[in-house]
Nanobody
């Protein structure tokens, strides 16, 4: 099973930037897609961004398009989420997940969750 460990969260003012990291281990990742999700207090975990480990299209939820970028460093077995122009509504615990399940070519059914990293955006 893939093991994922997130880092890089923190407190930032609105308009600022953060870069989240997710270190992956345990399995060869060539068949996996990696994704970022977040969970705000009192809300369900929601999808943020995803991409296949080996390249190809990237996927973003509408609210982060143009502000967030997901990327992969194969040499470091890591996936990153660069978050710019942060807003208070981006606050939450950010999780990294992995999947080998695709529906119509789109990665779905993420699992192997890490412990999460807290992102707090102050207004």
């Amino acid at each position: 099973q893939v093991r994922l460990v997130e880092s890089g969260g923190g407190l930032v003012q609105a308009g600022g930037s953060l870069r989240l990291s997710c270190a992956a281990s345990g399995y060869t990742l060539d068949s996996y897609a990696l994704g970022w999700f977040r969970q705000a207090p009192g809300k369900e975990r929601e999808f943020v961004a995803a991409r296949h480990w080996s390249g190809g299209p990237t996927y973003y939820t509408d609210s982060v398009k143009g502000r967030f970028t997901i990327s992969v460093d194969n040499a470091k077995n890591s996936v990153y989420l660069q978050m710019n122009s942060l807003k208070p509504e981006d606050t939450g615990v950010y999780y990294c997940g992995a999947t080998m399940i695709y529906t119509d070519g789109v990665p779905t059914n993420f699992g192997s969750w890490g412990q999460g990293t807290q992102v707090t955006v102050s207004s």
